[in-house]
């Protein structure tokens, strides 16, 4: 598995807080029932569905409310659930057309995370002998949720106060107890400077 590149700007003296989600790239499809004309708008599924919420959803057929059918590669983020509903905070569908029938939730499968920890370090460069920050899901400072499948990153504001580089760079990774190791996030890093201190 190759990790996903993604770089940030950290600014000095703030709390840096990320959550992320391991997709597989199995497609699930549940079927549409219903789609509230609503804000947010609220759509009800044909069967218990195992969205997880923050997840990203497509909608895919909905007959009638096309506005709210994706296009491309466009996801919609489910921001509440029940058995049976997503809700999806960002979309106010008070205006759209009124859905009529058909349609599939669209979703990639969680990775549980079920026996995952987490380990993250800091350096100023990738060939650097010198850690700049190091943190484990053991110390608390990595989020492991096998509920809600998501990785939290939170470094307090303490430590990124103390944060001296220009430029950095970091890697996340996951393993197991039985030694097997995901890279799954890497990237840069830049410093801005704390003004109000």
Known sequence: MQPAKLNYKIYQGSTFQESYRWESETKVYVPISAIAKSAPCVITTTQA????????????????????????????????????????????????????????????????????????????????????YSTTSIAGELTVDTTLNTIMITIPASVTQAFDFTTAVYSLELYTAAGLVVPFLAGNLTLVPEVTR
């Open 49 to 132: 569905h195992a969205i997880p919420q923050g997840w990203r959803v497509r909608v895919v057929g909905a007959g009638g409310m096309k506005e709210l059918n994706s296009v491309g590669d466009a996801y919609h983020l489910v921001t509440s659930v029940t058995d049976s509903t997503v809700t999806l905070n960002q979309v106010n569908s008070l205006g759209y057309t009124v859905y009529t029938t058909g349609g599939v939730l669209e979703y990639n499968q969680p990775v549980p995370l079920t026996g995952y920890n987490a380990r993250m370090q800091i350096r100023e460069t990738v060939d650097s002998p010198t850690t700049l």
